[in-house]
């Protein structure tokens, strides 16, 4: 049996928090299958970084530092990765579901001859083989797949594991890749304008839908709750499409995927695109007028009420109990 490779990922310097939740899933796999963790860092001047993920909880941590590799390009990535699998002799590559993980996740797949199971949440361990979980069907079923094959590689979704918050030893170690497969040219990077908000690290989260009505009520009814719980707002997919907030906010399929600790969803019917978004949270409550909305099917606590004497009223309560 071989070991898990996770493959961290390298933003403005650091490595990614999703990189931290790879290493939460990978040792679950690891202590209930009999492997090891090792990690892999790819980059240029990545040193700190790659020494950091090594003591909390990378363990021996493979580093490829390579001008090359500086900034992400399928070529480089996949021989390093390649490079990678081999030197930790990994039979479990752990890659996270971001827009580089999609890319290059399934072609290191294809050229290992490994199975492929993308998108997971979860790992479970039966008979010391591992069992991972991925919604299928928009969320309506989970779907529990193990790997025939000798190698697998799998993706997994920011934001289904928390952040591995321990320690480890094993230190870095240089790896050395071929990097003459490179066919892109690197020009530059263009940062998407942010409104500053990470939906998939919030541990509340306060959701308003179509039942809003209008979009200066999300600044007027739910970002006051959402700023008194210390949380952020959050919308469904109509609320984005008609223009009222940006796509940062949409939960869902086709938005972000979250789990807080705490999800309050105000007009907004439960759609199954959007229970995908957020079924997993914590603790749910649900206010819609409508007592047959499907969003009550998940909700930890219901309130059929209308959400303009509810919301506000909350917003109060909340804030007389913080004093
Ligand atoms: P509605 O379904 O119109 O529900 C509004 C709710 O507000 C109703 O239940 C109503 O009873 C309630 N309401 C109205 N007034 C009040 C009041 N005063 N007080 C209390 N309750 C009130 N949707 C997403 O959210 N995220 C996605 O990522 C997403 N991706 C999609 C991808 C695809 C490919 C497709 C086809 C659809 C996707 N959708 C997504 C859309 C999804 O199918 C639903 O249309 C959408 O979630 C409905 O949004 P809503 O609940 O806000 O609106």
Redesign the pocket.
Known sequence: MGNVLVVAEIQNGKVREASYELLTFAKKLAEGTGRGVKSLVIGSGVGDAAAAFASKGGGETLVVEDAAVANYNVDGYRAAIRAGVEAADADVVLISNTPSGWDVAPRIAAGLDAGFISDCFGVEVEGGNAVFLRRVF?GKLDARLKSSSAKTVVTVQPGACAAFAGSSEGGTKPLTADFSGIRAKFVEVKVAESKGIDLSKAEVIV???????APEKFPEIIQPLADALGGAMG???????AGWLPHAY???????VVQPKLYI??????????L??MKASNFIIA????PD???FEVADLGVV??????VPALTEAVKAAKG
């Open positions: 928009n959701s308003g839908g179509r039942g809003l009505g919308a469904s997919r109509p609320v984005v499409d949409q939960v869902g399929s086709s938005g972000q969803a105000a007009g907004i019917s439960g759609a199954i695109q959007h995908v978004g206010i819609n007028k409508d909305a499907p969003i009420a209308d959400l303009f004497e509810i």
